[in-house]
């Protein structure tokens, strides 16, 4: 759990504290504190999962850097529509999906981005099946780093409560991936992320008592 707690104050150092995309950051922490909280967690899931997948340091600070920002788009959704308690109209649904373009718009022209980065923003809620948005990409079209971010964000908002639901446990939520292996995720990455399950559960409770 140690381990977990400290990764939440390494956060804010994967960007320079004075860059552009940090200033942003802090807004949506100002703006919608989950989110925030939920970027911070996938960040730290998909730390664990690239290491279990051995992928080289380079591709995992890419990694890393890309889940803490996947959801800056969300800056420009209203909280009314992030937080309803009631079904989503087919406008506020529209808006919601637009997220991944808002994200890419607001890193448009940083140079302190690997265009790795940029394309996971993008392309994060992309699925295996080819069924995903914006670009409806299909199998290994999605980046890899998108692919990642897909398992990892489900996974977390799968465990996180929400107005219209109970979050579910980390059973729960491990078969639903499985149950979605080879159509919404990549299987083959599902298959690294589930043996990681008691190791994952820790960063729950630290979140838990250790709120960020």
Known sequence: MGGAVRALGDFPHHFDHKSDISE??????????ETYRHCV??????EKLASAMRLDAASIRNLVRGCFIHDIGKLLVP???????????????????RHPEFGT???EGKEELDAEIVQLVLCHHERWDGGGYPRGLKGEEIPLNARICSVVDAFDTMMSPRPYRRRKSLD??????????????DAEIVKYFIPLASDISLI?????????
Do not use: C
């Open 41 to 46: 967690r996938v960040a730290l899931l998909s």
């Open 79 to 97: 909280n009314e529509v992030l937080d309803s308690t009631m079904p989503l109209t087919d406008e506020q649904w529209a808006l919601i999906k």
């Open 204 to 212: 729950y409770f630290s979140f838990r008592d250790n709120k960020v």
């Open 105 to 107: 718009d607001i890193l």
């Open 24 to 33: 942003k950051m802090r807004l949506l922490r100002y703006k919608h504190e």
């Open 172 to 185: 729960e939520a491990m078969e639903e991936l499985q149950k979605h292996a080879g159509t919404q995720f």
